[in-house]
């Protein structure tokens, strides 16, 4: 089988890439609107950029009327959002942020999460989240058409807030964490048969 990507329609190409590029981890991003609602909703087209500075990638995809999202409207006025992890206990929230609610529904109150106060910006962070990045817009990047194209967001983590129990030394213990993954269709992963490569760190540090 050979694809050639321009040939596929939107739909055609979200299968594709989004069951090849797997898994994906999941970002699930809070902000808070001009309106002073909080939004929370899942993006997996996501990634770590760069270390120093910490670096943040996401894209972020227009709603099928050809409008932009809340997660993305609300980046674009406060400059910020914070990207709270996935763990399996948050899975069923976390999907249920996924629907379009209306602009002006708190969706923390609709998935029953609680929003905390971040120390380094204006987005609010979930509570129930093992690790919370407070994130700075640095720059947003505009691709293709409406609405198959996307914005991909980069940001700064300013602030990284991490539950003591997950934490020893200098990282997070994997085995604790329990990390979902996502797959592509409806499709998600845990973490459930982790093993390790020796020395292969060395090529990356
Ligand atoms: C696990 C998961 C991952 C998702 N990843 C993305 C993504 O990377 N980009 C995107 O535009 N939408 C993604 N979505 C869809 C958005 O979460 C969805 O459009 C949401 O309604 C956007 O909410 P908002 O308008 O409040 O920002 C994903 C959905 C799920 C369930």
């Given at each position: ?155 700064k983590v300013v602030l990284v807030h991490v539950k ?42």
């Amino acid at each position: 089988m050979k694809i050639i990507p321009a040939n596929l329609n939107k739909r055609e190409s979200h299968e594709l890439f989004m069951s090849a590029i797997v898994p994906r981890p999941i970002a699930f991003v809070s902000t808070v609107g001009e309106d002073g609602i909080f939004n929370l909703a899942p993006f997996s087209c996501f990634t770590s950029l760069c270390l120093k500075p910490a670096l943040i990638c996401l894209s972020i995809g227009w709603k099928r009327d050809g409008k932009k999202k809340d997660t993305l409207r609300n980046i674009e006025f406060t400059k910020d959002f914070v990207i709270n992890v996935v763990d399996e206990s948050l899975g069923e929230p976390m999907h249920l942020a996924s629907f379009e609610f209306p602009s002006d529904v708190d969706e923390f109150k609709e998935v029953g999460l609680t929003p905390k106060k971040s120390d380094r910006v204006k987005a609010p962070r979930v509570a129930e989240s093992p690790v919370n990045m407070e994130c700075e817009l640095i720059r947003v990047l505009e691709f293709g058409e409406i609405p198959s194209g996307c914005h991909v967001i980069i940001g700064k983590v300013v602030l990284v807030h991490v539950k003591d129990e997950l934490w020893s030394v200098d990282h997070i213990i994997i085995s604790k964490f329990k990390p979902l993954g996502r797959l592509g269709e409806e499709l998600y992963c845990r973490a459930a048969e982790i093993f390790e490569m020796k020395e292969s760190l060395k090529f990356f540090i």
